[in-house]
């Protein structure tokens, strides 16, 4: 089947250590997505990818990085200087960026930091 | 500036009764509008989307949803509640690429569903 897998589900951190999230999709999707989902706040764009080796940052794309070295992967690290990393996070990819396609998402992964 | 609003953060209903979940946008030029319902602690799941056509858009689970030019607006709705349909909806709004805009998702805070026995 093909879909979005993100790994870990649940990830605990400590202050001041990076964490990296894993995002792999077999969709054959040009574009990918990072969100962040807070209570309340609805999904905040961190970072997106339209093409291999390309990505952009989003509005709140400070504290975090992405590379996409592969279509298939779009990994995102939660740097020691985000000031406030919990939360969960969603990938997600489209065939295209700008079209007329829905987002598929996968399952999130929750990060806490202790 | 794009955006979209859900002037509900909860509704309740009881099962059987119809529902609607609110969703106005604001947007240059036609909008793609979307419609995703998450499940605790799970990813997003896409119901239904409008894009041009027929006003009145039907989707995955029963659900449904009514495009209205005149008042930028894209209500859900179902004509009879299940308490399995109890969950976070997030209505979305695509701007339609051009020189200035790559054509973004912009999500809607989130509206909890509760549909009661």
């Known amino acids: 089947d093909g879909g979005i897998t993100q790994s870990p589900k649940y990830l605990f951190r400590k202050e001041g250590q990076n964490v990296t999230l894993s995002c792999e999709q077999n969709l054959n999707h040009d574009a990918m997505y990072w969100y962040r989902q807070d209570p309340g706040q609805g999904l905040r764009l961190i970072y997106y990818s339209q093409i291999v080796n390309d990505f952009q940052k989003g509005d709140i794309a400070e504290g975090y990085s992405v590379s996409r070295e592969k279509k298939e992967s779009f990994p995102l690290t939660v740097t020691s200087a985000q000031k406030n990393p919990t939360a969960f996070y969603l990938c997600?990819?489209?065939?295209?960026?700008?079209?007329?396609?829905?987002?598929?998402f996968g399952e999130g992964s929750r990060l806490t930091v202790l | 500036a794009q955006s979209v609003a859900q002037p509900e953060d909860q509704v309740n209903v009881a099962e059987g009764n119809p529902l609607t979940v609110k969703c106005t946008y604001s947007?240059?030029?036609?909008?793609?509008l979307f419609w995703y319902v998450q499940y605790p602690n799970r990813g997003l799941q896409f119901l239904l989307k409008?894009?041009?056509?027929?006003?009145l858009v039907k989707g995955s689970y029963g659900f449904e949803a009514e495009f209205n030019k005149s008042q930028t607006s894209f209500h859900l709705k179902k004509p009879s509640a299940l308490v399995s349909d109890s969950a976070l909806y997030f209505c979305a709004v695509r701007d339609i690429p051009s020189r200035s805009t790559l054509g973004r998702l912009y999500f809607g805070r989130g509206t909890q569903l509760t549909v009661w026995p």
């Open positions: 997600a990819s489209s065939i295209v960026s700008g079209g007329t396609g829905e987002l598929f």
């Open positions: 947007v240059s030029g036609n909008p793609y």
């Open positions: 409008y894009i041009t056509g027929d006003n």
